[in-house]
């Protein structure tokens, strides 16, 4: 096995994904970044080149939770989804970010549904 081709992989996943799916300010990207400890969110209008909003499990209030890195996952999403709704945004684009749709990604994003915001 080659060095970092699980990375070189994602990456070309990432660029593939990132040609399909661009935010506007009416309707923002959902970029989702996963490390092995947290996971970071953002709201980014593309055509502005900003960031609206942002949210991490490494915030005080989410750390501060007790529960597994899934149930963390969960609160991002709602924590994100109540940003963009004080933003007046109700509509998003999802970017995964190269990651599978599944474990902490589909939380944070099942979490933002729960929350109110449409995809």
């Known amino acids: 096995m080659k060095t970092g081709s699980k990375l070189v992989r994602r990456q070309k996943i990432r660029h593939s994904i990132r040609k399909k799916v661009a935010g506007t300010p009416a309707r ?24 609206l909003a942002s949210a991490s499990s490494a915030d ?3 750390k501060a939770q007790k ?5 963390k996952s969960k609160l991002v999403g ?7 709704s004080a933003l007046g945004l109700e509509a998003v684009v999802f970017d995964r ?9 589909k939380a944070v994003a099942d ?7 449409k995809f």
């Open 67 to 71: 529960g597994t890195k899934i149930e």
């Open 28 to 51: 923002p990207r959902l970029s989702v970044y996963r490390s092995n400890a947290d996971i970071y969110v953002q709201l980014i209008d593309d055509v502005n080149g900003a960031t």
């Open 97 to 105: 970010g190269g990651n599978l749709y599944h474990g902490r990604v």
């Open 111 to 117: 979490g933002a549904r729960e929350a109110g915001l």
């Open 78 to 84: 709602a924590t994100i989804a109540q940003k963009a």
């Open 60 to 62: 005080k209030d989410i």
